[in-house]
């Protein structure tokens, strides 16, 4: 392609961004891969990627590090901050366990340090394969790569409780913060580290907080330094706590709940489902990775590679496990990006001989 060529290319481009959308037409972008999901997990694969001199692109549905965005603002991690860490970024906090906004800086600060090529705002609609390449749509463009990263994480699509009245206004599957609920009557479902947060931090802030727990216990998967506090305040009658209960529906000014001994109408202002996330698997689906036919819906892995069963996919993160949400953390699936990455490196030199 001559420079002429190029320069009337990069015109057209810029002009069609400017027609309505009925009448745009995107010009390919060709990447050696592209990584779906800017989360820490798409950021440590980028930093690999970018090592091993692979020509990548990121591209993120939401803001950077968008699940940790949405974590609740006062959130303090289990894990300690180095191992947090990145690309052998130090990842320095004020305490041993880093919070929601030191985290946000960090990973902020490793992608703008390293320059990371990331496109915000950007969700990826399908991947289908295109010869020997993936095309990869966007609603802004049209890519295409030889390797494809799937990094999307689980935090996305709630797991609903399919009851009566769940798409009310006052119920939420994601909490933020507590003042909202100050002086309010409460209703939190669910007993593990979300469910327990919102619990104690909206009681603090002079709720009427009642728990509804389907076990029997709260989550044995808790903060050690929180499991306590919970339970302490259940034990003395400070907050309420249903066990070996769920909620059947919601109305406007009130909640019913079937407990052991029958269903149990109180009132009610606001319900938080902390019930769960799961993984998009409609977009792994569509994507032609396989999953398990049993609850868990794992997705077909090569456990030496990440290498699904789409030749060249790959999935680097929580969302290996499928609903398994609990076996994949920052601290254990970053090593994903490297083992990833090196089989890419693998079969590039292979491809060049």
């Given at each position: 392609?001559?420079?002429?060529?190029?320069?009337?290319?990069?015109?057209?481009?810029?002009?069609?961004?400017?027609?309505?959308?009925?009448?745009?037409?995107?010009?390919?972008?060709?990447?050696?891969?592209?990584?779906?999901?800017?989360?820490p997990?798409?950021?440590?694969?980028?930093?690999?990627?970018?090592?091993?001199?692979?020509?990548?692109?990121?591209?993120?549905?939401?803001?950077?590090?968008?699940s940790?965005?949405?974590?609740?603002?006062?959130?303090?991690?289990?894990?300690?901050?180095?191992?947090?860490?990145?690309?052998?970024?130090?990842?320095?906090?004020?305490?041993?366990?880093?919070?929601r906004?030191?985290?946000?800086e960090?990973?902020?600060r490793?992608?703008?340090?390293?320059?990371?090529?990331?496109?915000?705002?950007?969700?990826?609609?399908?991947?289908?394969?295109?010869n020997?390449?993936?095309?990869?749509?966007?609603?802004?463009n049209?890519?295409?790569?030889?390797?494809?990263?799937?990094?999307?994480?689980?935090?996305?699509?709630?797991?609903?409780?399919?009851?009566?009245?769940e798409?009310?206004?006052?119920?939420?599957?994601y909490?933020?913060?507590?003042?909202?609920?100050?002086?309010q009557?409460?209703?939190?479902?669910?007993?593990n580290?979300?469910?327990?947060?919102?619990?104690?931090?909206?009681?603090?802030?002079?709720?009427?907080?009642?728990?509804?727990?389907?076990?029997?216990?709260?989550?044995?998967r808790?903060?050690?330094?929180?499991k306590?506090?919970?339970?302490n305040?259940?034990?003395?009658?400070?907050?309420?706590?249903?066990?070996?209960?769920?909620?059947?529906?919601?109305?406007?000014?009130?909640?019913?709940?079937?407990?052991?001994?029958?269903?149990?109408?109180?009132?009610?202002d606001?319900?938080?489902?902390?019930?769960?996330?799961?993984?998009?698997?409609?977009?792994?689906?569509?994507?032609?990775?396989?999953?398990?036919d049993?609850?868990?819906?794992?997705?077909?892995?090569?456990?030496?590679?990440?290498?699904?069963?789409?030749?060249?996919?790959?999935?680097?993160?929580?969302v290996c496990?499928?609903?398994?949400?609990?076996?994949?953390?920052?601290?254990?699936?970053?090593e994903?990006?490297?083992?990833?990455?090196?089989?890419?490196?693998?079969?590039?030199a292979?491809?060049?001989?």
């Amino acid at each position: 392609m001559n420079e002429n060529t190029a320069f009337k290319l990069i015109n057209l481009h810029f002009s069609c961004r400017r027609l309505p959308r009925p009448f745009r037409i995107y010009i390919m972008e060709h990447f050696d891969l592209i990584i779906v999901g800017g989360g820490p997990i798409g950021l440590a694969c980028a930093l690999e990627a970018k090592k091993q001199h692979i020509n990548y692109c990121i591209l993120e549905k939401g803001c950077l590090v968008n699940s940790l965005y949405n974590y609740p603002y006062n959130m303090t991690f289990f894990s300690t901050s180095e191992r947090l860490e990145i690309g052998g970024i130090p990842f320095v906090s004020i305490s041993v366990k880093p919070t929601r906004s030191e985290a946000l800086e960090y990973y902020r600060r490793a992608t703008v340090s390293h320059s990371l090529n990331i496109r915000l705002q950007e969700e990826v609609i399908s991947i289908r394969p295109l010869n020997d390449l993936y095309e990869v749509r966007s609603p802004k463009n049209t890519y295409t790569a030889r390797y494809i990263i799937i990094a999307t994480g689980f935090y996305g699509i709630p797991v609903l409780m399919n009851v009566p009245g769940e798409d009310s206004p006052k119920v939420t599957h994601y909490y933020k913060e507590p003042h909202l609920y100050a002086m309010q009557k409460v209703v939190v479902v669910g007993a593990n580290n979300s469910a327990v947060d919102a619990a104690l931090e909206t009681f603090r802030k002079g709720a009427d907080v009642t728990m509804v727990i389907r076990e029997g216990e709260i989550g044995k998967r808790v903060k050690y330094w929180v499991k306590p506090d919970i339970e302490n305040r259940i034990a003395e009658g400070s907050i309420k706590a249903y066990f070996n209960s769920t909620l059947k529906e919601i109305h406007e000014h009130s909640v019913d709940i079937s407990t052991p001994e029958g269903v149990l109408n109180i009132p009610n202002d606001y319900v938080i489902a902390m019930t769960g996330y799961k993984p998009d698997f409609d977009f792994l689906h569509n994507a032609g990775i396989r999953l398990s036919d049993d609850a868990l819906l794992k997705p077909s892995i090569n456990v030496e590679t990440n290498e699904t069963n789409q030749q060249n996919i790959y999935l680097a993160g929580v969302v290996c496990g499928g609903m398994d949400t609990h076996s994949w953390f920052i601290e254990n699936s970053r090593e994903h990006a490297v083992l990833i990455l090196r089989d890419i490196t693998q079969k590039e030199a292979r491809r060049n001989t």
